[in-house]
Nanobody, 118 residues
Framework: QVQLVESGGGLVQAGGSLRLSCAAS????????VGWFRQAPGKEREFVSA???????TYADSVKGRFTISRDNAKNMWYLQMNSLKPEDTAVYYC????????????WGQGTQVTVSS
């Protein structure tokens, strides 16, 4: 059974940093694209960042230069380092996996809350 579990969320002041982790189990995710999404209250879920199986990374314009995605295939984990956090980064953050590399994320975690105070 595939399971993704996020951790590392919390409350931080503006300008601070957090590192989110996603622990995956149930299969080997080395060949999958992986990503992070977020959903703020009253808003639709939005793309944050992704890393292809071959290492190419993409970022939403709103986080470019502040967030960094990485992965550890040996541990079946991926991460989102978030620096220079802003109040508008407040959201529930979800990790996800795309097994077919077609931008269809079939596997999702339950989410972790990130709150940035001003």
């Amino acid at each position: 059974q595939v399971q993704l579990v996020e951790s590392g969320g919390g409350l931080v002041q503006a300008g601070g940093s957090l590192r989110l982790s996603c622990a995956a189990s149930g299969r080997n995710f080395q060949a999958y694209n992986v990503g992070w999404f977020r959903q703020a209250p009253g808003k639709e879920r939005e793309f944050v960042s992704a890393m292809a199986w071959h290492g190419k990374t993409t970022y939403a314009d709103s986080v470019k230069g502040r967030f960094t995605i990485s992965r550890d295939n040996a541990k079946n984990m991926w991460y989102l380092q978030m620096n220079s956090l802003k109040p508008e980064d407040t959201a529930v953050y979800y990790c996800a996996a795309d097994p077919q590399s077609d931008d269809e994320y079939d596997f999702w975690g339950q989410g972790t809350q990130v709150t940035v105070s001003s």
